[in-house]
Structure formats: structure tokens, C-alpha cells
């Protein structure tokens, strides 16, 4: 049986990251997650959210967006989480990537994390599990057996509550250069704006309509 860890109980700093590992595609590298905690070793990462409040949902792209109006300890614990796996990557710069001289700063990372939180909102990017995840709807106050995939586009102002895994964090790379020069040199996306060259790979285990 897969272990969840609560919203209320998880806490951030019992997150560990392992070494980035090159994936097939040669584009990105991935440090996975794990939790410790004390002696219990989780390979699977998983967060149980509160009961939150859908804000949009795109069947298509399997973007969900998740209002955290109602749970800032949530929120908090999540910024939090960025902070601390940024200052992983800072100090674990030489050992992770080679980089010696010039090291990169602890802020420089945070600002590279597409974040999972912004603006009191938390957005979900479901990919290729929106076909497996499993849906819990309730009928008559009591749940039902679980549909396999997301059949319906889930309507602003349900609430739900997800089972998030967070695989890893990967790194955007660019075969032709370095990885220094990867991270450092301006990517700048149709809107002007600097694209975030490392991101959470995440997952959806299951999903319960309050």
C-alpha cells in the first residue's frame, strides 16, 4: 500500500532530492524526490491537499488551478519547499553539476523553479495522468467506486481534494552548450518574459470531489 502524507504533517524539510539523472531525450535531467522521515523512507512522494477550491481546469492540457485563498498554511509550506530545495541546488552545486567557479546563488535558483504557487494559487500540470488517475465523485453524501481518468472538466467552485506526487525537479538542457550556460543564458518566452528553467515533474495519483 502507497503511503500519502498529509498537508497538515508534511513537513518540508524532510524532502530529500537525489542526484539529476540525463533522461532518453537528452533535454532535460531529473533529480527525483523522496520523503524521510526519521526511519520511514518514501520513495514516492505524495501530498494529500486540503479541500481546495477549483479556479479552472483545461481537460485539454490537464492544467489545474486550485485556489489556496482559505489554506496560507499550505501555501506557506509550499513556497517553503521551493526555498529549501533551491538552497539543496546552491549548495550542492559542485557536487550535482560540476560547477565550481562561478558558483551560482541561492536566489538565482529559487527565481529558475516555475513555482507551484503564485499569487495564493496552486497549479497542477496532469499530463499523461489525467488518463490514469483515479476520480472519486460522491452521490448521495457517500463515494463512489473511482472512474479511471479525468472524464469530465471539473467545474470552477468545486472542491477537491489531490493526491500530488512530485516525481522530481528537471533541468531544461541544451544539447549544443554546458549546462552553466543552460541555466545562465536568457530564455525569453512569447510573452516577454524569462522562462523558468526548472520545474517540478509532477503527477496525480487520485482526485475526491468534496
Not at 30 to 52: C, Q, R
Not at 60 to 75: N, P, R, Y
Not at 109 to 118: A, E, N, T
Not at 152 to 167: D, I, P
Request: charged share 15%; hydrophobic share 45%.
Amino acid at each position: 500500500m502507497e503511503l500519502w502524507i498529509p498537508s497538515q504533517t508534511l513537513d518540508v524539510y524532510n524532502v530529500q532530492m537525489i542526484p539529476f539523472q540525463p533522461q532518453i531525450s537528452q533535454k532535460i535531467m531529473v533529480a527525483p524526490l523522496k520523503y524521510i522521515d526519521n526511519n520511514v523512507t518514501l520513495d514516492n512522494f505524495v501530498i494529500l491537499t486540503p479541500a481546495l477550491e477549483v479556479i479552472h481546469h483545461d481537460m485539454q492540457t490537464g492544467k489545474l488551478i486550485l485556489s489556496l485563498v482559505d489554506h496560507g498554511q499550505f501555501a506557506t509550506k509550499l513556497l517553503m519547499m521551493q526555498t529549501y530545495l533551491a538552497s539543496t541546488l546552491y549548495l550542492h552545486q559542485q557536487t550535482f553539476f560540476g560547477f565550481v567557479n562561478p558558483t551560482l546563488t541561492a536566489d538565482f535558483f529559487k527565481k529558475m523553479i516555475f513555482p507551484l504557487v503564485y499569487n495564493k494559487k496552486l497549479t497542477i500540470y496532469m499530463g499523461a495522468s489525467s488518463r490514469s488517475v483515479r476520480v472519486y465523485e460522491k452521490a448521495d453524501g457517500t463515494s463512489t467506486s473511482p472512474s479511471i481518468g479525468i472524464v469530465r472538466q471539473l467545474v470552477a467552485g468545486e472542491k477537491v481534494r489531490v493526491a500530488l506526487q512530485l516525481l522530481g525537479i528537471s533541468i531544461l538542457t541544451t544539447p549544443s552548450i554546458n549546462l552553466l550556460q543552460s541555466l545562465t543564458i536568457p530564455q525569453i518566452d512569447v510573452s516577454g518574459t524569462n522562462m523558468c528553467k526548472i520545474r517540478f515533474q509532477q503527477n496525480v495519483k487520485a482526485i475526491y470531489l468534496i
